[in-house]
């Protein structure tokens, strides 16, 4: 980038107090980086720094980047330069109440150690993990809490295969052009063998949505990690959590250890433990994700027991609207393992009819069966409306 | 402030130094911006960055860029993305066609050193098929042409990570034939649905503009300025109305672009103001869901026509 001469620019003080705000809109939780910040320096040198509106508009422009941050940038604002709200800025009603402490307890001393590959660990210590798999989490000790992170860093989430528009080469399939003219070139012009290529198959984005209401205390942590292992492979993993409102916290899952996604994501939510408004927020995933593409056929899942405060005919018109989206649905309430478990929580009880696969997902074993699930794998048989 | 002075960066209109003037001039135009708008399209030009704007469908991201290139007297090039582009489509691609019938001339021609010749030339610039991208690098007028890259929230990550290498350097290399380097940055301009979040890194390199629906003035001035045809009074009633169907709770809220498609039918149908019958007729061209239809119906037609109910 050719750089314009050195010249004086806004007056000392107005740069030390935009280097100020820069610094508060990032203790905000706002990720502006120092190239954001010099490019907001030089808006400001293109405008009138004495004009409010124009230090309010230029960085805005240059250190915003997504709309979430416009509510944040605008307090931030106000609290800075017209000292209204102090000089303190937290994110807004921000309640954290949602610990992972214990998780980072040290694993058994017997622990053996990981080999290569995640196989070995399950054959040395088949039995206690093979009784871990099919206990109900809300039963876990902290012990057993820190061992199931290595059997989730271990799964697999990734979804059912569609066939995408890009093109990869293939023994049949369409005309290349341009490989068979490559071809053709050590023929001496003449294309010989002619070369194809064909549709690429790419996994459906899986989208995840966690209720993390009070009746789920007990399994939405292990759900929440179950979705952090999801982000960080990789994949095209989409993540929520339905409180009485949505959050979305791809973002914040998408750090390296759990501890710290879960803390982020912890941050970034603002009703842990409230009631739940399950119509509610999945009309607001629908309106404001879902319907744009993000749901598109997807595979959406949603982590809940269906216990509604809201009103279930909301969640019924919301739930026809994300099955006509998705490519599949699918439900996973703990609750479902519970013997003579009936859907009759009102909520579940109108969601259900349009969802295609029901699962349990109380224990690790129904985890990796929705992994199948999701993957498109069989024993989809299970659900569906019952 | 002589163009020269604007300096290599900028790419401002003539005439044009200050924020203001510039919301003048796209005024002008035929687009009216708010403060917000006006200043981030300023700085974009000015500081030569690229403008990424997000918001809702039909509240005239687009027409930004369109109405940039009228603006700077400049082409519009328009690359439109979809899941699965790559760059065959939207930077460059051989044509193959024409290079197997070179191959075949050559052969004609039968001399060995001729062969070698006509095989060398196959992969240099005649063959050579540019597609957007390629040709806003290339661009060789006075005045930098306008990039548009619509929607690229429908492209896929790894069309995303290209596009990111594109607009830091604005340089193109084609293993063949070399680095082709911008004589001026493009003036790009990056709309976003947001179907999906764009990467940091690619926002980063931008400036950002969230466009927001506008509100009853300005979207009264937007429907008086572009369609002129329209009766004093039904525009005011058609923004009006347009306003209270966005606070209906509507799947899909209506955009400036459905205002004016209704007050254009409107007008066509010769409506001089609005009553029931005339909107329940024309509200296909403002409301687009079936379900929408029925609520705002439902809401009671009355409440559009801004007679509360009479």
Redesign the interface.
Known sequence: MPEDAPQEVAPPPMLRAAVTFVRLLRRAGLAAGPDRMVEFVRALEELDPDRREDVYWAGRVTLCSRREDLDLYDRAFRAFWEGKEGRTLRRPETRMSFSLADDSVQPPKKTVERNEGGEEIVRLRYSPVDILRKKDFALYTSEEHAELNKLLADLKLSGVLRRSRRLEPAPRGRHDPRRTLRGAMRTGGEPMRHRYRKARSRPRRVVMLCDISGSMASYSRVLLRFMHAGVISGERLEAFVIGTRLTRITRELATPSPDRALSEASGAVRDWSGGTRIGDAMKEFVDRWGQRGMARGSVVVILSDGWDTGDAEVLAEQMMRLHRLAHKVIWVNPLKAAPGYRPVARGMAAALPHVDVFLSGHNFESLEELARAIAGAASEREGGAR | MSEAGN???GALPPGVSR?PELRERLQEEGYLAD??LS??I??AL????PL?L?GEAGVGKTEVAKVLSRLLDTPLIRLQC???I?V?QAVY??D??R??LH??T??AFGAEED?QRF?DE?YTRQFLVSRPLLQAIEHGGPTPPVLLIDEV??A?D?FEAFLLEILSDYAITIPEIGTIQARRPPVAVLTS?????VH?AL??RC????IDHPGLALELEIVRLRVPGADERLARQVATAVQELRNMDL??PPGVAETLDWTEALVALGAKELDEALIEATLGSVVKYREDQQRALGAGLQLLTGTGGA
């Open positions: 300096g290599r960066r924020a403060e917000g200043t981030a300023f700085l000015k500081l030569g960055r990424f997000e979809y899941e699965g790559d065959n691609e051989w193959y066609a290079q197997l191959i075949r050559a052969e062969r095989e196959l929230d429908r896929d790894e649905n947001r179907t999906r979040e940091d926002k980063r400036l950002y503009f969230y799947y899909k």
